[in-house]
């Protein structure tokens, strides 16, 4: 799994692209909660980020 960190100094113009509408939170959410192992998700999304909570079964996850 690939992951991107955008430290907070990051231009707004360049963090405001991590921005998801309500929409396209549902899709995620779906996606996210399909995965095998995964028990639980919480989407936070503001005007210039985006964090994934998980609660996962490490038993489970991927595998």
Do not use: W
Not at 6 to 16: D, G, N, T
Not at 23 to 46: P, R
């Amino acid at each position: 799994m690939d992951a991107v960190m955008l430290k907070p100094l990051s231009p707004c113009s360049i963090r405001e692209k991590c921005a998801v509408d309500q929409n396209q939170l549902q899709i995620m959410f779906e996606s996210i909660i399909h995965i095998n192992g995964v028990d639980q998700v919480v989407i936070l999304s503001t005007c210039n980020r985006t964090e994934f909570y998980l609660d996962i079964d490490s038993q489970l996850f991927l595998h």
